[in-house]
């Protein structure tokens, strides 16, 4: 190997140790893989606004295919759970339910999502706010033939010990997925001074969006219910948009 082969060489392997070190340095925690179902909703306004902390307001969205949402309701799979050199944190997948409200402080004008509850097997999570789930299940089902998108089916099941439920089926026509890259700040709204910051990558389908017209979905059935969930959830809520995530992978760090 020549020696100019061999700087080169060693110069990339340097690069590459620098580039890991800043990233442990910044506070990666985590790095995970998940499938998620996105919902977005306009539920009672005075109902949300009671779930932000001191200071916050709800900040509707203004995106292309949710405007005017609320709140966003996510069920996910997580399939791959490592800390940052990789080592598993978790064996088997976690089966987990988060509500989400995009927010602004009133004197700053900061945005954030604020997550503020949820139902999860390992209980009040990293944000604090999610109820521990007694049920958390999923089940899918896809057809197709040759190199056709096919046809999905999904169904989600959540409970609380604190008696919340929620119950979501979908089927729907696939089609090809959107892939991006993002950066999002995420905020509790227990401890609104904690916060973690997403690395993505993500594929996205949008199947169902009232706001573009885009509709490929066949069935949905969505039910909430229990103590948190029926204020949000009283029948007068609004469903803006559907989107499938057949991949998610997202690296987390603290400030």
Request: aromatic residues 6%; glycine residues 8%.
């Amino acid at each position: 190997m020549s020696q100019l082969s061999l700087f080169v060489t060693g110069s990339l392997a340097l690069t590459m140790c620098l580039v890991a070190s800043a990233g442990y340095a910044q506070g990666v925690t985590e790095w995970s893989s998940d499938t998620r179902t996105v919902l977005s909703f306009h539920v009672p306004d005075a109902a949300v606004q009671k779930l932000l902390p001191a200071g916050w307001t709800v900040d509707p969205s203004t995106g292309p295919t949710n405007r005017g949402a609320n709140l966003t309701l996510i069920v996910m799979e997580r399939m791959v759970i490592t800390d940052p050199q990789g080592k598993p944190l978790k064996t088997g997948s976690s089966r987990y339910t988060v509500i989400a409200v995009p927010a602004k402080h009133a004197q700053t004008g900061q945005t954030n999502t604020v997550i503020v509850s949820g139902i999860s097997p390992e209980g009040a999570g990293a944000y604090g706010v999610y109820e521990t789930a007694t049920v958390s299940k999923v089940e899918r089902t896809s057809s197709g033939d040759g190199e056709e998108n096919g046809r999905a089916r999904e169904s989600w099941e959540f409970a609380s010990a604190g008696g919340d439920r929620i119950a979501l089926a979908l089927s729907y026509r696939r089609a090809a997925a959107t892939r991006s890259r993002v950066e999002t700040h995420l905020r509790s709204a227990r401890n609104p001074a904690f916060t973690r910051t997403y690395r993505l990558e993500q594929a996205a389908d949008l199947v169902k969006s009232t706001v573009t017209g885009v509709n490929r979905v066949d069935d949905f059935t969505f039910r909430a219910s229990g103590p948190h969930l029926s204020a949000l959830f009283d029948g007068t809520e609004t469903l803006l948009s559907v989107t499938v995530m057949p991949s998610y992978v997202r690296e987390i760090s603290l400030p």
